[in-house]
């Protein structure tokens, strides 16, 4: 099945999406910073939430990992 037809799973790559992109941004900051408008700047904004709410990022990729190990 599609991630876009399960809930659980979207919201799977959406996180990972957000955490990914926030390590790529720390790592390879001129990368993400040339693109901040367009279909590029998805990746440029998915950075900035994972920096700025990263307690909260962190928290949903532990209930994440918790559900998907134990209730899936």
Known sequence: M???FNFQSLLTVVILLICTC???RSIFPSLLDRNKVG???TFWK???VGERKSPYVALSCIIMAFSI???S
């Open 2 to 4: 599609s991630a876009l």
């Open 69 to 71: 190990l134990f209730w």
């Open 22 to 24: 926030a390590y790529v």
């Open 39 to 41: 279909l590029l700047g």
């Open 46 to 48: 998915c950075a900035r």
